[in-house]
């Protein structure tokens, strides 16, 4: 490059290259927006499931401070409790809301 051309140049900054790093960013490392929606490596009691928080006292769109649990327990009919993960198990837990909103008849109760 000659120096006229040099002086004409134009340095933009550029984003760091990730692959530089030595540790995996938060992509590289398959994590979830939230923290609290991820799933324990290890075995956990329904019990230890039920106390865990997905979001914990922050405000929602109205301003309203909310808190949700990353597990909602559950009870089956046979009298067992369930831990039903927020994220993955939301249809399974739409049906037990559903379930909940009708009588022995089947009539919705609302």
């Known amino acids: 490059m000659t120096e006229n051309n040099q002086e004409n140049q134009i340095n933009q900054p550029v984003s760091e290259d990730t692959h530089l790093h030595e540790e995996p960013n938060v992509k590289e490392r398959n994590l979830t927006a939230n923290p609290g929606d991820r799933i324990a490596d290890e075995s956990q009691s329904v019990e230890e499931k039920g106390q865990q928080l997905a979001v914990d006292d922050v405000p929602d769109i109205t301003g309203d ?46």
């Open 65 to 110: 401070r909310i808190t949700v649990p990353t597990y909602f327990v559950v009870d089956e009919p046979n009298g067992e409790k369930k831990a039903l993960h927020h994220v993955k198990d939301a249809e399974e837990i739409s049906d037990v809301i559903r379930q909940a909103r009708v009588d022995e008849n089947g009539n919705r109760i609302w």
